[in-house]
C-alpha cells in the first residue's frame, strides 16, 4: 500500500509539472499571437488612414484645379455684372462633388449696384440655381473665408461649416482673392464642397464591423463622425476628446505615421484610436477607431478552450493513474490511455479539419468558376492538404501530401498550409510561392519530413493557367473534346529536401469549360482485397464517366468510384480530391462597345464621352458613374503615360461589356510590358499643378472598383475593371 501511495505521488507530481509547463506554453503562444494581432491591426489601421486620407486630398486638390481653371473667366467677365452669373455658373456645372461656387466682390465694386453683392451658382437636382445672396441678413466681408483671403493674399481653404445662405448645408470652401484686368482687388473667388461624399466615404469598409471613422480640423473640431448605428454620438465625441487632449496618459505610442490612444467608451467597451494629420494643407485629422473585441476576441475563446481541453485532459490523465494505482489493473489502465488518446486525436482531426475549406459552393456569386474538394484521411489524422483563395480576379489553389501518417504528418501540413495561404495573399508566380514554401520548410525539419506539393493560378478573365509542381502527381484536364489527360508538368523534387534547389512556373491557356482535376496518390494507390492498386488507368476510366462540369459531382463521383475498387480492404492512405471547372463565358453579355484611342492625353475627352455613353445606356445612378469613370480615366491616363516610349504613337483598346449585372471594363495596348497595378501610388503632398495627370494611382482604381487584373497576353498589356452596379 505504502509503494502504491508513492507511485500515487510521483505520478501526481508528474502531471502537475507537466500541466505548469503545458499552460506556460499556452500562455507564451497566447501572448506571441496577441502581438501579433496588434501589429497586423496597426498596419490595417495606418492603411485605412492613408486611404481615407488620400481620397480626401484628391478631391480637395480637385477642388483646387477647377477654381484655378476658372480663373481667368471670372477676370474676363468681371467688366459687366451680368456676366460674372455665367462665369460662376460654369464653375458650379464642372464637377459632381461641388456644392456651388461664388464670386463676392469687394463693397462698392460695381457703382450701380447695392454696396455688397455677391454672386451665387448652388448645384440643384435640376441644374444650378444663380443667386445673389449679399445682403443685410448675410454681410460676407465678416465671413472668415473673405477675411482669410484677402489677409493671406493667397488661396486659402475655410474649415467646414454650416452655410445656411449659399451652400444651405455642411461645406469647406476653397478661396482666393482676384484682381481685375486693370489690377484692382475685384473680391474674392471660391468653390464650396458638400461633405456628404467624405461622410459616405467613412462609412465605407471597415477594417471591422464595429470599427468607424472621425474627422477633425487641424485645432481638433470635430465635423465628420460615423453616422451608422453601431456608433452612438457620445463615443464619436469622446474620441474627438481624447485626440485632443495630447498629454492623455491612454497614449500607447506616437511614429511619424499615426498615434496610438488606447480609450474605453461609455459602455465599457475597450478599442484603440489611430489618427493622423493629413498631408499638405489644410491640416485636418482623420481617426479610425477599432474594438478589441472583435480584434483579439478569437483569440480570447481560443484561450479558453485550449484552457479548458488541457484541464480536462490533465484531470483525466490523473484519473487513469489514480485507477491504475489503485486496481492495479494493466488493463484497465491501457484502455484508459488509449481512451484519451482517441479523445485527442478526435479533437486533433476536428482542428485539422476546420483548416481546410468547408463551404461550398465557395464562390456562389461567381458564374466563371467553380471548385470542390474533399479528404478522407486514412487515419483519425492525416498528412494531405488542399486549399484555394481569389484574389484580383486570379484563383490561386495548392493541394500536396505529406511524408507519413498520423500526428507528425499532420502537424507538417498545418505549417505547409498556413504559410501558402500567407505567402499566396500577396505573391502571384506560383514557382515564387514554392520555392518560398521549401526554403522556410527546409529550415528546422529535424524530422526529414518532405511534401509534394502542386501550386497553381489561374487568371480567370484571360483563362492564363501558371503552375508549378513539386514531385506532386500530375493533375487531369478534361479537354474540349470531353478526353482526359495529364497535364504537362515538370515534376522537381518535393519540397522540404534541398533549400538551394530552382523550382520553375509552368504555363497553358485553358479554354471555356475546361476541367482540372487534382489528387494524391491515395486514389491512385488505394487497394483492394487483392492488393492490387487502382492505378492511373482506372482513374482515367472513371473520370470519363464524369460527363459533367459540376466540381461536386465529380470529385464525389470518383470517390465513389474509389471506394467501390476497394471494397472490403481498409484505407492504407489519405485519400484527397480537387475539381475546378472553368466557364468564363457563363454569364451572356447583354450590352458590349469598344473605343480605340492614341497615346495622347487630349483623347482623354473621348475616352469620358465614351464612359459616359456606357453608363447612360446601362441606365447608372450619378454617383456610381462618376466613379467609373474617374477609375477608368486614372487606368487609361497611365497607359498613355507609361505603356509606350516617348515618341512613339500607339493604340489604346478600351472594351466595355455587361452581362446586366456586372460591368467589365478591358483596356488594352501593344507597348512594353507595363504592369499599373505596380505603380507607384501618388504623392498627395504635391499640389495639384505640380502633380501629373493620372496621379490618383491605383489605390484610387482598387477604392472604385470591384476588381483589378492585368495580364501579359499576345505581347499586349491586358488590365480588366470590373463593377457590379446592382448592389
Known amino acids: 500500500m505504502n509503494l502504491d501511495k508513492l507511485g500515487y505521488r510521483k505520478s501526481l507530481y508528474v502531471i502537475i509539472v507537466a500541466a505548469v509547463l503545458m499552460e506556460l506554453i499556452s500562455a507564451s503562444q497566447y501572448y506571441y499571437t496577441h502581438d501579433l494581432l496588434e501589429d497586423e491591426l496597426e498596419t490595417r489601421a495606418e492603411s485605412e488612414l492613408v486611404m481615407k486620407g488620400a481620397l480626401t486630398k484628391n478631391m ?27 462665369s460662376i455658373k460654369r464653375i458650379g456645372m464642372s464637377n459632381a462633388h461641388l456644392r456651388g461656387g461664388f464670386m463676392a466682390f469687394v463693397p462698392d465694386y460695381y457703382s450701380r449696384r447695392d454696396s455688397l453683392f455677391e454672386v451665387y451658382a448652388r448645384k440643384t437636382d435640376g441644374g444650378v440655381d444663380m443667386l445673389q445672396i449679399a445682403g443685410p ?64 466615404t467613412l462609412d465605407k469598409r471597415h477594417i471591422y464591423p464595429s470599427s468607424f ?15 451608422r448605428d453601431v456608433v452612438s454620438r457620445k463615443t464619436i465625441e469622446q474620441v474627438a476628446r481624447l485626440i485632443n487632449d495630447s498629454t492623455t496618459s491612454r497614449v500607447k505610442s506616437s511614429s511619424g505615421r499615426s498615434t496610438i490612444i488606447d480609450f474605453e467608451d461609455n459602455e465599457g467597451k475597450s478599442g ?17 477607431v477599432c474594438y478589441d473585441k472583435e480584434v483579439y476576441g478569437r483569440l480570447y475563446d481560443l484561450r479558453l478552450k485550449l484552457f479548458v481541453l488541457m484541464l480536462a485532459g490533465f484531470l483525466l490523465l490523473g484519473y487513469i493513474v489514480w485507477r491504475n494505482i489503485r486496481s492495479m489493473s494493466r488493463l484497465r489502465a491501457a484502455d484508459g490511455e488509449r481512451e484519451r488518446i482517441s479523445n485527442e486525436l478526435h479533437i486533433a482531426q476536428s482542428i485539422q479539419m476546420e483548416m481546410l475549406p468547408k463551404k461550398f459552393p465557395a464562390f456562389p456569386e461567381r458564374e466563371d468558376i467553380d471548385i470542390f474538394g474533399n479528404i478522407e484521411p486514412a487515419w483519425e489524422v492525416g498528412g494531405d492538404l488542399f486549399d484555394f483563395l481569389l484574389r484580383d480576379e486570379k484563383l490561386f489553389f495548392c493541394i500536396g501530401d505529406v511524408s507519413g501518417k498520423g500526428v507528425p504528418a499532420a502537424l507538417g501540413m498545418a505549417v505547409v498550409h498556413s504559410q501558402f ?28 519530413l518532405f511534401v509534394t506539393f502542386f501550386v497553381g493560378v ?19 484536364i478534361r479537354k474540349d473534346d470531353g478526353s482526359w489527360q495529364k497535364l504537362d508538368v515538370k515534376s522537381h523534387i518535393p519540397i522540404a529536401l534541398f533549400n538551394d534547389f530552382q523550382y520553375t512556373m509552368q504555363e497553358v491557356d485553358l479554354s471555356d469549360g475546361a476541367v482540372l482535376f487534382l489528387y494524391t496518390d491515395g486514389l491512385t494507390e488505394a487497394q483492394n482485397e487483392q492488393h492490387q492498386q487502382m492505378g492511373l488507368e482506372r482513374v482515367v476510366k472513371a473520370l470519363r464517366k464524369c460527363d459533367m462540369l459540376k466540381a461536386e459531382k465529380i470529385v464525389r463521383s470518383m470517390v465513389d468510384s474509389a471506394h467501390k475498387f476497394a471494397g472490403g480492404a481498409e484505407q492504407s492512405d489519405d485519400l484527397t480530391m480537387m475539381a475546378i471547372c472553368y466557364t468564363p463565358n457563363a454569364d ?32 447608372l445612378k450619378p454617383s456610381l458613374a462618376g466613379n467609373i469613370k474617374l477609375a477608368v480615366e486614372e487606368a487609361v491616363v497611365n497607359v498613355i503615360d507609361y505603356a509606350y516610349l516617348p515618341g512613339v504613337e500607339g493604340e489604346v483598346t478600351v472594351e466595355a461589356d455587361s452581362n446586366g449585372k456586372r460591368l467589365k471594363i478591358v483596356i488594352s495596348d501593344a507597348g512594353t510590358a507595363f504592369d499599373p497595378t505596380q505603380k507607384a501610388r501618388a504623392d498627395t503632398t504635391l499640389s495639384a499643378e505640380e502633380r501629373p495627370v493620372g496621379g490618383l494611382g491605383i489605390l484610387l482604381v482598387r477604392e472604385l472598383m470591384d476588381s483589378i487584373n492585368y495580364e501579359r497576353l499576345n505581347g499586349r498589356n491586358v488590365l480588366t475593371l470590373r463593377k457590379d452596379y446592382t448592389k
Open 213 to 227: 471613422n472621425v474627422m477633425l480640423t487641424e485645432d481638433g473640431r470635430m465635423f465628420l463622425g460615423s453616422k
Open 588 to 619: 451572356e453579355s447583354t450590352f458590349s462597345d469598344k473605343l480605340v484611342l492614341t497615346n495622347k492625353v487630349s483623347e482623354v475627352k473621348r475616352l469620358n464621352a465614351f464612359i459616359k455613353s456606357v453608363t447612360d445606356r446601362l441606365g
Open 272 to 288: 484603440s484610436i489611430f489618427y493622423a494629420n493629413l498631408k499638405g494643407y489644410p491640416h485636418w485629422q482623420v481617426a479610425v
Open 421 to 448: 495561404c500567407m505567402v499566396a495573399a500577396h505573391e502571384n508566380n506560383p514557382a515564387r510561392i514554392v520555392q518560398t514554401l521549401n526554403t522556410s520548410t527546409c529550415e528546422g525539419n529535424e524530422s526529414n
Open 458 to 476: 489561374l487568371d480567370l478573365p484571360t483563362g492564363r493557367f501558371r503552375y508549378c509542381n513539386a514531385g506532386h502527381d500530375a493533375p487531369f
Open 137 to 200: 441678413q448675410h454681410d460676407y466681408t465678416e465671413r472668415l473665408f473673405y477675411k482669410m483671403a484677402l489677409r493671406n493674399d493667397k488661396p486659402i481653404w475655410v474649415d467646414p461649416y454650416d452655410d445656411n445662405e449659399g451652400a444651405q448645408e455642411l461645406v469647406t470652401t476653397f478661396a482666393m482673392s482676384v484682381n481685375d484686368l486693370k489690377g484692382r482687388l475685384a473680391g474674392v473667388a471660391g468653390v464650396d464642397i458638400s461633405l456628404k461624399w467624405l461622410s459616405d
Open 60 to 86: 480637395l486638390n480637385m477642388a483646387e484645379v477647377v477654381l484655378k481653371d476658372h480663373l481667368w473667366d471670372i477676370r474676363q467677365s468681371l467688366a459687366h455684372p451680368d456676366s460674372v452669373y455665367s
